[in-house]
């Protein structure tokens, strides 16, 4: 391999998906131009997987210098973390792309499909940007854009007062966030004296403890938005549900991942852990964020945003990880915080595979059926057996059920709290084993939901006529669902491939590292367990008998409608009773007319599920904001020798402060 | 000599499964003073079974002929995770308990939708009941493990019942009592026994495991009833090998091997006589009271991590 090849390869796949793509959409409204732009996608994918793969498994990264041609230093550089959240989003936004393909020509027109491929390809730019940034102006460019992008794709689906009310709020968050990220850059510019990441690490060390501390809050909160942790997850259940169904696969299974880069770039790379008090800050935020994710997402039975929900709670995962490494860290434990690092990371990856491979079934659901709604389905898997294979997988995974990918990296979390015993500080030796009964729970919760969302969608009778009349969906569709299938699969039966070099990725990022014998010991006992498994499935062919269809047992009724059957609301009932405390379930019944309350000529029922974060935590902020604002009003007179008054005023005390405070 | 002695664990979890089933109907009918059927009638319904054909509903997708096969295959490869007769399983040296429970787990995730595939109200109910109970029951069960695997040193099952083989049997500490009476909580509500699931009823209403497997016939239903036989069964073993191994053959020799054999069938004899005597004298909770008996139980094991703390200096 010619050295430089892959330096061009890479600054190729920028050019091609930030002005090829859009240039021939713009150029062109034909089948065929679209038909190049997402070949070209796909090619840039495809070749931005194989620069990423160099980068991590051999560690052979570069550095590309873009200073001379832009206004402020504008670097790019592929070292073994951003090659490993490079590969994530090669890897995901390649099945997404061919899923597309057939998605956006038929939900929409001519003019609508050439803008969103243009915006696709750019968001993917942003996205590659962001992880590759290597200095802090090219990494706020890619932040920047990528909210913007999003926010334009959401709203090129459609246009409503609640839409675009869902999208400001999304926008609102995500610019608090960024100015929390933007802070805690800055806050190193005194002792770095550059924004380039290198110096920046290099100063690291040399930052007083108390900036340091808000360096690691800004940064825990600026990412925290993006990622949605609870509570700063308001904008998530709100936008990722109204997105196209591909690009909620993206968001949900990319950009947040995003949030997971940029926090592990601060907190273990710049800062090489945080104060003693970090480690439990992020657990406990962790395990918020995933009890109460799914505990929602089990209420829900709206497809998407029980996804998004879940996105909250395998957020929460991904932070109970990170917290433990941190706690690690803070006790001189710098194999264990590898392992537990590495569960993040692998999580991290796991959890892109299958969330869009969820996203992109609800999105074939909705293709197939016009709805989301888990009440109106049921009956799919006979209907769309290639679907519902490729989404049962996927619920699989999710759960973190063994052969499938997610149980890997929530072995290696589990075992990484295991390890907590051994510490000799009294606190975490008792807290962090006892987070595997937290974690257990979150997973037990987790199948519940999953038992639900398969078995009401795609198992039973189909509860509507759209439902009973549902055809499987194109080719393209089904290949990129069994893509990302086929992935998480293959990690989940030889999850060897991603843990070796993951290790060394981690002894980067933790100095004094080895690696974890319990890496070793998953990527053996896994495949010898799939072969008991499945030599023991195999055996039961033995004992096949003739089948015979009769109609299921109707308790001697002639016979069965599909409305006997459990509903989504009905399966959750009893979760949603024992945990009646989460979710204050407010409900309203009217009875008409009220002055025979035992002869009702009619009742009606309504029960809302109140989502407290509102109306506790952000209604006082935004009213002492707005509160503020209107004091400060005062200022503004709109008299123009007021404001010049203020500049001498402002000049002044410059001026006194230049000559006397200095 | 070894592995020979390993398979032959896998094989007495296995086909020793339903004869544990056997022995419980009999001493519980011994209780009610009825006659009672042999112990052996077990592997008359399984064989019954297994001659019929398989009714599948029309609704049914392959989920449904293909969810017992899973559970099947599972509980299959969790025996050869427990030790019987001596400190080693085939699986038990790399794979730790974190993997047993959560292949338990596949297999009832597999069953659960199984039950829902039918298209009737009682596998659905059966099967929202079975999610309550089991997403409740998780924590407690890997909480009384992790605190005997903190005592013990070791993550692994074959590691964890080796350290206590080496104990003294009077120097049992609190953690073992706790952790204990956490995890038979739990096993009486992962295998459906009294007072969280009645195995024998007949009336839907109350059902469910039951109401899950209502729809499976012949060899589909043999194969559930003979995997919740053998989970049942690697379950009541786990107990055995983690908190009475004494015993066990620590050196290979027939004898060893013989003895250690003999007294498993004893101790797994006077655990279903006390199994059998709990589920004869209470009744079946009710649904939402199961919340509680988890809730204790997880409590307890949470208590059993916090002691391991005391029990180490």
């Known amino acids: 391999m010619q050295p430089g090849s892959t330096e061009l390869a890479f600054v190729s796949v920028l050019i091609v998906l930030g002005l090829v793509v859009p240039l021939v959409l713009a150029a062109s409204r034909t089948k065929g131009a679209r038909t190049l732009a997402v070949a070209l996608i796909l090619v840039s994918c495809l070749a931005g997987c194989f620069v990423a793969a160099l980068g991590f498994w051999r560690g052979s990264g570069f550095l590309l210098t873009f200073s001379g041609v832009t206004p402020f230093p504008f670097s790019l550089t592929i070292d073994r973390l951003s090659a490993f959240f490079l590969l994530l989003i090669c890897t995901v936004a390649a099945p997404v792309a061919i899923f597309a393909f057939t998605y956006f020509d038929h939900h929409y027109g001519e003019q609508r499909r050439n803008w969103m491929w243009a915006f696709f390809s750019l968001f993917l730019l942003s996205m590659i940007v962001v992880v590759a940034a290597s200095s802090g102006f090219a990494f706020l460019v890619g932040w920047e854009l990528m909210t913007l992008l999003s926010a334009g794709l959401i709203l090129m689906e459609g246009d409503s007062a609640e ?17 929390a990220v933007v802070a805690s850059f800055f806050l190193f510019l005194p002792y770095s004296h550059s924004l380039d990441f290198g110096a920046i690490r290099a100063a690291g060390a040399l930052v007083p403890a108390g900036i340091r501390i808000l360096i690691f809050l800004l940064a825990f909160v600026g990412f925290g938005t993006k990622a949605g942790i609870i509570p700063l997850h308001l904008w998530l259940p709100r936008a990722h549900p109204i997105a196209p169904s591909p690009v909620s696969a993206l968001m949900s299974g990319v950009m947040l991942k995003t949030a997971v880069y940029g926090f592990v770039r601060f907190t273990f790379y710049f800062l090489a ?21 799914v505990l929602y997402a089990i209420a829900e039975h709206d497809l998407k945003r029980l996804l998004a929900y879940h996105s909250v709670e395998n957020i929460g995962i991904i932070y109970l990880g990170l917290g433990t490494s941190l706690l690690f860290l803070a006790h001189h434990a710098p194999i264990w915080a590898a392992l537990a690092l590495i569960a993040a990371l692998l999580h991290t990856f796991n959890h892109a595979l299958f969330k869009s491979l969820l996203f992109l079934g609800a999105g074939s659901i909705s293709h197939a059926t016009h709805t989301v709604d888990l009440e109106e389905l049921g009956g799919l898997q006979r209907r769309m057996p290639v679907t519902g294979t490729a989404f049962l997988i996927a619920c699989c995974s999710i759960v973190g059920l063994p052969l499938f990918n997610g149980f890997i990296s929530e072995w290696l979390t589990f075992r990484s709290f295991l390890a907590g015993s051994i510490l000799t500080n009294t606190k975490a030796q008792i807290i962090l084993p006892l987070m595997v009964g937290i974690l257990a729970l979150i997973g037990g919760l987790a199948a519940a939901c999953f038992v639900k969302v398969f078995g009401v969608a795609f198992l039973g009778r189909p509860r509507s006529a759209e439902a009973e009349q549902a055809i499987e969906v194109p080719v393209p569709m089904r290949v990129g669902m069994a893509a990302l299938a086929a992935a998480c699969l293959l990690i989940g039966i030889l999850p060897g491939l991603l843990l070796r070099p993951l290790a060394s990725l981690c002894q980067v990022l933790i ?12 990527a053996r006992i896994i495949p010898w367990t799939a072969a008991v498994v499945l030599g023991a499935m195999a055996l039961t062919a033995l004992f096949k008998r003739a089948q015979k269809k009769v109609p299921t047992w109707a308790c001697g009724l002639p016979q069965l409608t599909s409305r006997m059957q459990y509903t989504s609301t009905a399966f959750s009932k009893p979760i949603r009773f024992v945990f009646s405390a989460v979710y204050r379930p407010d409900r309203k019944i009217d009875r008409l007319p009220a002055d025979q309350p035992y002869f009702p000529a009619s009742i009606s029922y309504r029960s809302a599920r109140t989502t407290s974060y509102e109306k506790t935590l952000y209604r006082p902020f935004v009213d002492f904001i707005v509160a503020a604002a209107h004091r400060l009003r005062r200022l503004q ?3 123009i020798q007021v404001y010049l008054l203020y500049i001498f005023l402002t000049l002044v005390s410059l001026l006194v402060y230049l000559r006397f405070v200095r | 000599m070894k592995i020979a002695i390993n398979l032959l664990q896998a094989l007495i979890l296995i086909l020793g499964a339903p004869l544990l089933r056997g022995i419980i109907g009999r001493i519980k009918a011994w209780i009610q003073r009825r006659q009672g059927a042999s112990i052996w009638s077990p592997y008359a319904d399984l064989v019954k079974l297994f001659r019929k054909e398989d009714l599948v509903p029309p609704s049914a997708s392959w989920v449904f002929r293909f969810a017992p096969r899973v559970l099947f295959g599972t509980a299959v490869c969790v025996a050869a995770f427990v030790p019987v007769v001596q400190p080693s399983a085939l699986l038990a040296s790399r794979g730790d308990f974190f993997l047993l429970a959560y292949l338990l787990a596949l297999g009832r995730f597999f069953l659960s939708l199984g039950g829902m595939d039918g298209g009737s109200a009682l596998g659905g109910m059966g099967a929202s009941r079975e999610a309550l109970i089991s997403s409740l029951a998780e924590a407690p069960f890997l909480l009384g493990l992790v605190a005997v695997a903190i005592l013990a040193g070791h993550a692994d099952i074959a590691g964890m019942v080796a350290w206590t083989l080496r104990q003294n049997i009077f120097n049992i500490s609190a953690v073992h009592i706790l952790a204990f009476t956490s995890l038979a909580m739990v096993v009486i509500a992962e295998t459906g026994r009294m007072p969280v699931d009645n195995p024998t009823t007949h009336l839907e209403l109350t059902m469910i495991h039951e109401a899950m497997v209502l729809e499976y016939s012949g060899p589909s239903l043999a194969l559930v009833e003979s995997a919740s036989a053998i989970k049942f069964h690697t379950m009541v073993a786990l107990l055995i090998a983690l908190f009475a191994p004494w015993g066990m053959a620590t050196s290979v020799s027939v004898w060893s091997i013989a003895a250690a054999l003999l007294l498993y069938f004893l101790k797994a004899a006077v655990l279903m006589g006390l199994l059998a005597v709990v589920e004869s004298g209470v009744a079946k909770l009710r649904m939402y009271l199961v919340p509680d008996f988890l809730g204790v139980a997880s409590a307890v094991s949470a208590l059993a991590v916090i002691f391991t703390m005391l029990a180490k200096r």
């Not at chain 1, 100095?511 to 998953?522: F, N, Q, T």
């Open chain 1, 163 to 179: 839409r675009r009310h869902n999208v400001l709020i999304y926008l609102l968050m995500m610019h608090a966030g960024a100015a």
């Open chain 1, 273 to 293: 852990g945080g104060p003693w008090w970090s480690g439990y800050l992020v657990l406990l935020v962790g395990a918020v964020s995933g009890l109460l994710g």
């Open chain 1, 511 to 522: 100095p004094g590292a080895g690696v974890p014998k319990e890496i070793l010991m998953i």
């Open chain 1, 637 to 639: 007179t709109g008299n």
